[in-house]
């Protein structure tokens, strides 16, 4: 059963930073890409970035502020956060396109870390 466990949320100040951290594991034979997505209160969940094996994307209201990186051999994706904004917390998913064992391909979610910016 794969499983994907986010932990590093917390609070902090705005213009502080945090960095996120993200593990797979479970009947894993290889993972695609992993990303980060984040939801507020009553609203839809959105994408933050996601990485590849080559190259990482990132949604605008976050370029420049935040980095992905991703430990292959710990299936371990990681988002370092810089200049954080109020605008910036609420709860942070991962996520991972992961290849099994059983050669099926799924997608698959974290439970959530929370992220507050706050004075």
């Known amino acids: 059963q794969v499983q994907l466990v986010e932990s590093g949320g917390g609070l902090v100040q705005p213009g502080g930073s945090l960095r996120l951290s993200c593990v797979a594991s479970?009947?894993?034979?290889?993972?695609?890409?992993m990303g980060w997505y984040r939801q507020a209160p009553g609203k839809q969940r959105e994408l933050v970035g996601l990485?590849?094996?080559?190259?990482?994307n990132y949604a605008d209201s976050v370029k420049g502020r935040f980095t992905i990186s991703r430990d292959n051999a710990n299936n371990t994706v990681y988002l370092q956060m810089n200049s954080l904004k109020p605008e910036d917390t609420p709860v942070y998913y991962c996520?991972?396109?992961?290849?099994?064992?059983?050669?099926?391909?799924?997608?698959?979610w974290g439970q959530g870390t929370q992220v507050t910016v706050s004075s």
């Open positions: 996520c991972a396109n992961v290849q099994t064992i059983s050669t099926r391909t799924e997608n698959y």
């Open positions: 479970g009947g894993i034979f290889s993972i695609y890409f």
């Open positions: 990485i590849t094996s080559g190259t990482a």
